[in-house]
């Protein structure tokens, strides 16, 4: 039997309302092409996996019977990109628009971290190791 927790992690899904500006988002924050689209999705690819931005409309049919969550309900995880100046991007990411959640600050565990939303409110934080 295949041990599933020694395989790789590819695409995430993430659910969006607005799939034109999710897509956006991520083109302009990240910086990153589209590696795929149709009329109800975008996908990107990250240096080691892909994000497929998926219209909510098209997510309940694939995780039927469970319901797909309204944006209300809160977050239940973020994504964390390492970096080495935390600073410096959360500086880059103020001068496109974006609002901090949090942050920078430093953490107990001896991490210097700050997060931000994307326009469907998935979590992402930016994650520096400190000496």
């Not at 689209?37 to 996908?43: G, M, T, W």
């Not at 080691?48 to 469970?66: F, G, K, T, Y």
Request: net charge negative; charged share 20%.
């Amino acid at each position: 039997m295949i041990s599933l927790g020694s395989m790789s992690i590819n695409v995430v899904t993430l659910f969006v309302e607005d799939l034109h500006t999710a897509k956006s988002f991520y083109q302009e924050i990240f910086g990153l092409s589209v590696a795929y689209e149709d009329e109800n999705s975008a996908v990107f690819d990250f240096a080691n996996m892909s994000i497929n931005l998926l219209d909510v409309s098209s997510a309940r049919s694939l995780i039927a019977p469970e319901a797909v969550a309204n944006q209300e309900a809160g977050s239940r995880f973020q994504f964390t990109i390492r970096i080495d100046d935390v600073d410096a991007v959360c500086a880059e990411l103020n001068a496109r628009g974006v609002t901090l959640l949090n942050g920078p600050m430093n953490r107990p565990w001896g991490v210097r971290t700050a997060s931000f939303a994307d326009p469907s409110g998935h979590i992402w934080e930016i994650a520096q190791q400190l000496t």
